[in-house]
């Protein structure tokens, strides 16, 4: 009867693990899991086309949109994070000479080309808060995912996705001396 319980939670462990870092066959270190509230955000197919963040910006607020970029930051404890223009190349991507330990921040360009080549994400609850958890479901810096939901304009003059769904659709390999971020 327990193995009959257990069964149905282990098939569930794919969706929340994150996979090894690119390169070598060292382990990753395990990340902690997403909250199941968080996870429904989950597309389980890609849902098409999708606007670069640019794209988006410039043509401007909407209720309903897909955005493809890659994650840049993780706002720690939330379901919140930055999306990089898909187009805009991470520290070390072209070449691959960069020995950047961290090119998920895009340290290599300037300040205004990664304010203009970003937007923020949230994953929100029912009252429209983003949602608090301590990891994202099977998602990490640098992936490159479409975003599904309404874009909007805070009063700051910030882009924000309210996002209703996330697709991952490349996970990067990146050199060995990289340390992804706990």
Known sequence: MKNRTLLPLLSLLPLFSFAACGGGDTPAAKPPAAAAEVAKFVLAADPGQALGVLAAKEKGPADSVTVVGRIANVVKGFA???????????????????????????????????????????????????????????????DAVKVQGALRKDADGNFVIAATGVFRTQRPALHDHVKWPQ
Not at 85 to 96: A, Q, T
Request: with cysteine; aromatic share 6%.
């Open 80 to 142: 919140q994070f930055t999306l990089m223009d898909i187009d805009l190349p991470y520290c070390g991507e072209v070449g691959n000479t960069d020995r950047c330990e961290t090119p998920w921040d895009y340290c290599c360009e300037q300040k205004a080309t990664r304010t203009a080549n970003s937007l923020g994400v949230e994953l929100r609850d029912a009252a429209g808060k983003p949602i608090r958890t301590t990891g994202l479901p099977d998602l990490r810096l640098l």
